[in-house]
């Protein structure tokens, strides 16, 4: 069984002027951490013109898809039918994002189904992290 979920998604971008942009986009989850997702976007859709990758709670995704959830630098609400909009907060800004809502659930199924909701910690390798933690203070 693979340990990794991809899936493309087309993003809209969502600009202050009156136009707005579709990206194809990557959401991303790894059992090895199975806390969180990822949501990769082509250098094409940045502001620095290389590919970024935001990383954030999965559980943060999940119910962002149903009520705003989030107060830190991403946050995610519901937006009209089949809609779901991502905030990304950052120094230089906010980017905002709308995907559909179907393909951010049919994503979060896989990833249960790889990982279900409350077994998360029997997925990580606290031994490992460790030795890394301690590998990079020295």
């Known amino acids: 069984m693979s340990t990794v979920i991809e899936q493309a998604v087309q993003v809209r971008l969502v600009a202050s002027a009156p136009r707005t942009d579709d990206v194809a986009a990557t959401l991303r989850y790894d059992r090895r951490n199975p806390y969180a997702v990822q949501m990769a976007f082509p250098a094409r859709a940045t502001l620095e013109g290389v590919d970024v990758a935001w990383e954030f709670a999965r559980e ?3 119910a962002g898809v149903d009520e705003p959830a989030g107060l830190g630098d991403v946050r995610v609400r519901p937006y009209g039918y089949d809609r779901t ?3 990304f907060h950052a120094l230089e800004g906010v980017a905002v994002v709308h995907v559909r809502t179907s393909e951010v659930r049919r994503f979060l199924r896989r990833a249960l189904h790889l ?12 031994d490992q992290d460790l030795t890394e933690l301690l590998r990079d203070a020295r």
């Open 115 to 126: 990982v279900p909701e409350g077994r998360e910690h029997e997925f990580l390798d606290l």
């Open 60 to 62: 943060l995704l999940a």
């Open 85 to 87: 909009v991502v905030e």
